[in-house]
């Protein structure tokens, strides 16, 4: 079992910064891909980022490219998710996931991924 834990939503203005850190609750940099996704009201839950266990690869929805910035720190056990240029829409709850044995093709799927945290609101104003 994870558990996983976000902490760093809020409320920013468009344009502004934040970064969401998730910790879990165990060691996850042997095996565990770790992303994160987001779910707007009345918006299906969507792909935000993921970073790949062991190779370290990146993966980004279209939405984010250039704009938002997953890392990991496997010392802590924490990966992060900088988010920089803001927009309202980016606006959602923003849940960090892992997942192990996940192929290339999957990473964007969210049925890939067994441990979901609870989520951190992110809130862009216009």
């Known amino acids: 079992q994870v558990q996983l834990e976000e902490s760093g939503g809020g409320l920013v203005q468009a344009g502004g910064s934040l970064r969401l850190s998730c910790t879990a609750s165990r060691r996850t940099s042997n095996r565990f891909n770790m992303g994160w996704f987001r779910q707007a009201p009345g918006k299906e839950r969507e792909f935000v980022a993921c970073?790949?266990?062991?190779?370290?690869?990146?993966y980004y929805a279209d939405s984010g490219k250039g704009r938002f910035t997953i890392s990991r720190d496997n010392a802590k056990n924490t990966v992060y998710l900088q988010m920089n240029s803001l927009k309202p829409e980016d606006t959602a709850v923003y849940h960090c996931v892992a997942g192990s044995e996940i192929i290339t093709s999957a990473v964007r799927n969210s049925v890939s991924y067994s441990y979901w945290g609870q989520g951190t609101q992110v809130t862009v104003s216009s």
């Open positions: 970073i790949v266990w062991n190779s370290g690869q990146t």
